[in-house]
């Protein structure tokens, strides 16, 4: 049922409701207890980078090498016939006679919407400009409920760059499948953007928005940091005023619930102090791991025959 209903891939997280993110966190939960299979043995993985990543590029190649698969594709638009001019279309309806999925990120928000157009294998949306970053919140929703226990009744913020976020536009979507209260923490500048809010209302979601993130932090189950987002910001002086908002700290950890777990999708720059990282409430590391089984179940539900 999920191949067919998630036929032309995964563009957002709005395709998604509990049924389905429950079954596919399942699915990552049964991943973690096969480490290499030869379930997608003979299928081909095309990964499509034109904007840099490390985690999401890097553990889809391995979650497709893990499952008995190979990984074509290419980590930036400078070394595709992109550079000469050829468009998107063009480089999809190509790239589909070598491929059984493709999986891409793009600095245009619309792009993975626009490649599902012009193919038909599965497109995986990697992150589309300040748009979303589907799996990625699939895979956050796993790390919590793998470290914590079930979303249902959690409190939950989520903070930093709310407007240029996409992990944080995808997150919240997801989560306003459950009852849980989010906590939306950012300078007034980068709160989330009205349309995101606009879709939490449709959806009943309790919410708060918050600058001061030290009022709410005993209360917390989960804080979800992000990096202020300097490569979307059209006036640098203005990124240069807010790079520094926030910075967690040691000592924060003190103000903190004992099961409380501090998240972040990566990469840091200088929104968590490096001496958090050895706390057993910084599960950021832990949640890289996490990217794995989850995008091993996205690839097997996509892929298999
Ligand atoms: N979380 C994330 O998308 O990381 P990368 O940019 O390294 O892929």
Same mark, same amino acid.
């Given at each position: ?105 793009? +600095? ?21 400009? +300040? ?35 996409? %992990? ?17 923490? +950012?300078?007034? +500048? ?20 918050? %600058? ?94």
């Amino acid at each position: 049922m999920f191949k067919e209903k998630f036929s032309e891939g995964i563009i957002t997280a709005k395709q998604f409701d509990r049924e389905d993110i429950e079954y596919i966190l399942k699915k990552g939960n049964e991943m973690m207890k096969i480490k290499n299979s030869n379930l997608l043995h003979g299928k081909i993985l095309a990964t499509l980078f034109f904007e840099p990543s490390t985690r999401t590029r890097l553990s889809f190649e391995s979650a497709m090498y893990r499952l008995g698969g190979n990984v074509i594709g290419f980590h930036s638009g400078d070394v595709s016939s992109i550079k000469k001019g050829e468009t998107i279309a063009d480089t999809i309806r190509t790239v589909e006679n070598y491929s059984d999925c493709i999986v891409m990120r793009h +600095s245009l928000e619309g792009a993975a919407r626009m490649a599902s157009k012009f193919t038909k294998i599965p497109i995986i949306n990697a992150g589309s400009g +300040s748009g979303e970053h589907p799996t990625q919140a699939l895979l956050d929703l796993l790390t919590i409920t793998e470290e914590i226990g079930p979303l249902d009744g959690l409190n939950i913020g989520i903070m930093g760059d709310l407007k240029y976020g996409r %992990t944080v536009h995808s997150l919240s979507i997801l989560l306003s499948n459950f009852d849980v209260n989010i906590y939306f923490i +950012s300078p007034e +500048s980068l709160r989330m953007r009205n349309r995101d809010i606009d879709f939490l209302q449709q959806h009943k979601i309790q919410y708060k928005e918050i %600058t001061n993130y030290r009022k709410i932090l005993n209360i917390l189950d989960v804080l979800y940091m992000t990096r202020i987002q300097k490569e979307r910001f059209v006036d640098i002086e203005e990124y240069e005023k807010l790079k520094n908002f926030y910075i967690f700290r040691e000592d924060d950890l003190d103000d903190t619930k004992d099961n409380f777990k501090l998240l972040h999708p990566l990469p840091r720059v200088l929104e968590i102090s490096p001496e958090v990282d050895a706390s057993k409430k910084a599960i950021y590391f832990k949640q890289t791991f996490y990217g794995i089984p989850m995008r091993k179940a996205i690839l097997a539900e996509l892929m298999t025959d």
